[in-house]
C-alpha cells in the first residue's frame, strides 16, 4: 500500500463529489445516486488487492 492508492482514492472522492453536486443542482438526482455508486466500486476495485493480502495475514495469523 503506498502513498499513490491514497491519492487515487481522494482523486475519485473529489471528483465523485463534484459531479454528483453538479448533478443534483440540475436535478438529475438519479444520476447523482449512479456517480456515488459507481465511485465506491472503483475504490473497492483499487483496494481489492489490499484487502486480499488483509485477510491472508488474518487468515495466516490466527491459522485458518
Given at each position: 500500500m503506498g502513498i499513490e492508492l491514497i491519492?487515487?482514492?481522494?482523486?475519485i472522492g473529489i471528483l465523485v463529489t463534484v459531479v454528483s453536486q453538479i448533478l443534483k443542482k440540475s436535478d438529475r438526482e438519479d444520476f447523482a445516486l449512479f456517480v456515488g455508486i459507481i465511485g465506491i466500486v472503483a475504490v473497492l476495485g483499487?483496494?481489492?488487492?489490499?484487502?486480499?493480502?488483509?485477510f491472508n495475514n488474518v487468515k495466516s495469523i490466527f491459522g485458518f
Open positions: 491519492f487515487k482514492i481522494a482523486a483499487l483496494t481489492a488487492n489490499v484487502l486480499a493480502d488483509f
